[in-house]
């Protein structure tokens, strides 16, 4: 079953692959274009890195996202314990249950998240954007992540989240749950337990629809015609703030970083900011921030003449289904015209990442007024400081320098 002359993914955690899986050295194409579905035998995972197999597999009823458990189950007993409420947290969370679970904890959070709740939205995305800048374009240098993208990110789910101004800090640095949990880490239960207490101490207003903060509107509605539990609303509440502040504050660190690298569409993108909702689409195309996905076969499936047996772990390879040129015309080229929406970064199928048009309100704000407002970005450190993981495309740092352009 195995394929050893395949490299496995861990080698993505070694330079130079670790900088740049796409092109400069074309881990990802030279394996896509070999060998599509393999078993690495390392990561103990079928990887699967073609743009239609992806789409398909992320659509299949005979993979399953629910993965949270039985992770859990293979751990140690005192690893089980000590991170049991990160576990609690991330299986009561829609992103990692099927139907009919799934669908009953997606429409906790769905009906909230309409066009008309992003457009108003936006003016807070604006002004947020718009202070942030104030403070460094002036000195003409600043962290893209830290100054930035991070508070920006912050800011904004602390308001959809209704986090109380008491625990707001609680959600500094916030590092990613699903990256904590499979690494096994302890470190951020004693945020996740403060973060719950803050949570309850505001929950009859929330049963009773009293409360005055977003969340409290998002789902006091469901809240009178649907059974959940106070565990399910505070996992939920979490993969908010999980997926709504890390990931997009890296998209927005890498797009920033994929425009410098390629001045032809910053120009473009500054004289043409109409195309910034495209734009955002091809840049986490380009490189998003979460580079796969895992599911769980429920039954044997074949996959381009390759069996996968029942209960094995399927990894869909984001990343590189991205760049697959099958799909995408010269794939490894940035174009802010490109039709891109049908990128899979946010996934396809039930588990359609649900805050994908206010990620894109973010970004698209985000660079238009980092635009708007400076000339010439360019960067201080030649070699990027990435997250030591071959998941998750997270920049610890972006310091730049700029002209003001005022």
């Given at each position: 079953?195995?394929?050893?002359?395949?490299?496995?993914?861990?080698?993505?955690?070694t330079p130079p692959w670790s900088s740049d899986p796409y092109g400069a050295y074309a881990f990802y194409?030279?394996?896509?274009?070999?060998?599509?579905?393999?078993?690495?035998?390392?990561?103990?995972?079928?990887?699967?890195?073609?743009?239609?197999?992806?789409?398909?597999?992320?659509?299949?009823?005979?993979?399953?996202?629910?993965?949270?458990?039985?992770?859990?189950?293979?751990?140690?007993?005192?690893?089980?314990?000590?991170?049991?409420?990160?576990?609690?947290?991330?299986?009561?969370?829609?992103?990692?249950?099927e139907p009919p679970r799934h669908t009953r904890l997606r429409q906790l959070i769905k009906p909230g998240?309409?066009?008309?709740?992003?457009?108003?939205?936006?003016?807070?995305?604006?002004?947020?954007?718009?202070?942030?800048?104030?403070?460094?374009?002036?000195?003409?240098?600043?962290?893209?992540?830290?100054?930035?993208?991070?508070?920006?990110?912050?800011?904004?789910?602390?308001?959809?989240?209704?986090?109380?101004?008491?625990?707001?800090?609680?959600?500094?640095?916030?590092?990613?749950?699903?990256?904590?949990?499979?690494?096994?880490?302890?470190?951020?239960?004693?945020?996740?337990?403060?973060?719950?207490?803050?949570?309850?101490?505001?929950?009859?207003?929330?049963?009773?629809?009293?409360?005055?903060?977003?969340?409290?509107?998002?789902?006091?509605?469901?809240?009178?015609?649907?059974?959940?539990?106070?565990?399910?609303?505070?996992?939920?509440?979490?993969?908010?703030?999980?997926?709504?502040?890390?990931?997009?504050?890296?998209?927005?660190?890498?797009?920033?970083?994929?425009?410098?690298?390629?001045?032809?569409?910053?120009?473009?993108?500054?004289?043409?900011?109409?195309?910034?909702?495209?734009?955002?689409?091809?840049?986490?195309?380009?490189?998003?921030?979460?580079?796969?996905?895992?599911?769980?076969?429920?039954?044997?499936?074949?996959?381009?003449?390759?069996?996968?047996?029942?209960?094995?772990?399927?990894?869909?390879?984001?990343?590189?289904?991205?760049?697959?040129?099958?799909?995408?015309?010269?794939?490894?080229?940035?174009?802010?015209t490109r039709r891109a929406a049908d990128h899979l970064s946010f996934g396809h199928g039930i588990h359609?990442?649900?805050?994908?048009?206010?990620?894109?309100?973010?970004?698209?704000?985000?660079?238009?007024?980092?635009?708007?407002?400076?000339?010439?970005?360019?960067?201080?450190?030649?070699?990027?400081?990435?997250?030591?993981?071959?998941?998750?495309?997270?920049?610890?740092?972006?310091?730049?320098?700029?002209?003001?352009?005022?």
């Open positions: 079953m195995s394929d050893p002359q395949i490299p496995s993914l861990l080698n993505l955690f194409r030279e394996i896509r274009e070999s060998t599509p579905v393999y078993y690495d035998e390392w990561m103990r995972t079928w990887v699967i890195l073609g743009y239609d197999e992806i789409s398909r597999l992320s659509k299949d009823d005979r993979l399953s996202g629910a993965r949270i458990d039985t992770f859990h189950e293979q751990l140690p007993a005192s690893v089980r314990a000590d991170i049991k409420p990160l576990t609690g947290a991330l299986s009561d969370m829609m992103l990692f249950n998240l309409t066009p008309r709740f992003i457009r108003e939205m936006r003016p807070t995305i604006e002004k947020l954007a718009d202070e942030l800048l104030d403070r460094v374009v002036a000195q003409g240098s600043m962290d893209v992540i830290h100054d930035f993208s991070e508070p920006l990110t912050r800011g904004v789910i602390a308001r959809l989240a209704g986090v109380p101004d008491k625990a707001a800090h609680l959600l500094e640095n916030w590092p990613g749950l699903l990256h904590e949990f499979f690494t096994q880490s302890r470190a951020e239960i004693p945020r996740i337990n403060e973060l719950r207490d803050a949570f309850d101490e505001g929950g009859p207003q929330r049963r009773d629809g009293t409360g005055s903060d977003l969340f409290t509107q998002m789902i006091a509605e469901q809240l009178q015609h649907g059974d959940f539990t106070d565990d399910e609303i505070f996992a939920n509440f979490l993969l908010l703030i999980d997926a709504g502040q890390a990931t997009t504050t890296h998209l927005i660190g890498n797009a920033v970083l994929a425009l410098i690298g390629n001045p032809g569409q910053t120009d473009l993108l500054r004289e043409r900011p109409d195309l910034g909702v495209k734009a955002a689409h091809e840049l986490m195309r380009y490189d998003s921030s979460v580079q796969f996905t895992t599911r769980v076969a429920l039954t044997d499936i074949e996959v381009l003449g390759r069996r996968i047996p029942k209960d094995d772990s399927v990894t869909l390879l984001l990343g590189s289904g991205n760049r697959d040129p099958h799909h995408y015309q010269d794939p490894d080229r940035l174009d802010i359609y990442c649900l805050g994908a048009s206010l990620a894109v309100a973010e970004i698209d704000v985000a660079l238009r007024r980092l635009l708007e407002c400076t000339r010439d970005i360019r960067l201080v450190e030649t070699q990027p400081d990435w997250l030591d993981s071959i998941n998750f495309r997270f920049l610890k740092r972006l310091p730049v320098t700029f002209e003001s352009a005022h």
